[in-house]
């Protein structure tokens, strides 16, 4: 089955940077798009961004435009987002996604990791 393993958050200071990992199985990763989506407390998913199959082509919420850059490995089978310039507001549970959670109607037929807490507080 398809399994997505989030890692590489915790808690930094307004400013810092944060560089999550999504290790993803299970599929053929290669083929697939892939995106982040954000969970902040007491509000709904947010979709972040998404990165084509090849990598080539990236997409940005406006609100992280120039500050966070999704990236893949395919040889590793693993999705990134690297977050700087980090502001409290961004403080959520960000989740990797299999597909383009820009583009579906029903983000729940998308596969989902389990999430991890970036954390932005001084």
Not at 50 to 60: E, F, R
């Amino acid at each position: 089955e398809v399994q997505l393993v989030e890692s590489g958050g915790g808690m930094v200071q307004p400013g810092g940077s944060l560089r999550l990992s999504c290790a993803a199985s299970g599929f053929t990763f290669s083929m697939s798009a892939m995106s982040w989506v954000r969970q902040a407390p007491g509000k709904g998913p947010e979709w972040v961004s998404v990165i084509n199959y090849s990598g080539g082509s990236t997409y940005y919420a406006d609100s992280v435009k120039g500050r966070f850059t999704i990236s893949r490995d395919i040889s590793k089978n693993t999705l990134y987002l690297e977050m700087n310039s980090l502001k409290p507001e961004n403080t959520a549970l960000y989740y990797c996604v299999r597909g383009r959670a820009d583009y579906v109607r029903e983000l729940r037929s998308l596969a989902w990791g389990q999430g991890t807490q970036g954390t932005v507080s001084s």
